[in-house]
């Protein structure tokens, strides 16, 4: 099974970027769809964004399109969310997830691994 890191996330003022990045080992994901979800207090860990095992194609929910951005270098085995214009409401912890296969996936059922988490946090 694929063991996945996140690391990139902190403190951050509103209208302020970060970027978080997701280092994959014990296998390559590069057949593998990849995506980002993320868990906010009392609330249920939702879909963010995945990417197809290429790249070419990528899938946003609603409330960050237009603001974040994912992306993948299967050469260093690593998957990228770049968030710009961060909003108070996207304070959460961000989990970043490997498909079981090539197919993009929008719901956790689908998700074969889940990194440890890396907390945003985003002031008003």
């Known amino acids: 099974q694929v063991q996945l890191v996140e690391s990139g996330g902190g403190l951050v003022q509103a209208g302020g970027s970060l970027r978080l990045s997701c280092a994959a080992s014990r296998r390559s994901i590069g057949n593998y769809a990849m995506g980002w979800f993320r868990q906010a207090p009392g609330k249920e860990r939702e879909f963010v964004s995945a990417?197809?095992?290429?790249?070419?194609?990528?899938f946003y929910t609603s409330s960050v399109k237009g603001r974040f951005t994912i992306s993948r270098d299967n050469a260093k085995n690593t998957v990228y969310l770049q968030m710009n214009s961060l909003k108070p409401e996207d304070t959460a912890i961000y989990y970043c997830a490997a498909g079981r296969s090539a197919m993009v996936f929008t719901t956790t059922q689908h998700v074969d691994s889940w990194g440890q988490g890396t907390q945003v946090t985003v002031s008003s």
């Open positions: 990417i197809s095992w290429s790249g070419g194609d990528t």
